[in-house]
């Protein structure tokens, strides 16, 4: 059983910064995607942004040029640091790993992110 813990969330002011971390127990593999969804109040979960082994990312709307991705060469980390936040930001954050050989999926907890006027 792979668990992903997920930390950072919080609370900041419209144009304020977080950086989200997530970290997975074992290694999953060698090839995999890792990276962020997020889902507000009464709408579905959407992609936020995505990294892969090979450093390919994939961002969602509205985020790219605000928020970076990165991970470690062990892929067992990610990291989605936020800039520039805006009240539409506030979400619940979900870590995602997919193993891309199996196409099995791990998801986080969730992180409650807040961004106020």
């Known amino acids: 059983q792979v668990q992903l813990v997920e930390s950072g969330g919080g609370s900041v002011r419209a144009g304020g910064s977080l950086r989200l971390s997530c970290a997975a127990s074992?290694?999953?593999?060698?090839?995999?995607?890792m990276g962020w969804y997020r889902q507000a109040p009464g709408k579905q979960r959407d992609v936020v942004a995505l990294?892969?082994?090979?450093?390919?990312?994939h961002f969602g709307d509205g985020v790219e040029g605000r928020f970076t991705i990165s991970r470690d060469n062990t892929g067992t980390t990610v990291h989605l640091q936020m800039n520039n936040l805006k009240p539409e930001d506030t979400a619940v954050y979900y870590c995602y790993i997919i193993d891309a050989t199996t196409m099995a999926k791990y998801w986080g907890q969730g992180t409650q992110v807040t961004v106020s006027l």
């Open positions: 990294v892969s082994s090979t450093g390919d990312t």
């Open positions: 074992r290694i999953i593999s060698a090839h995999n995607v």
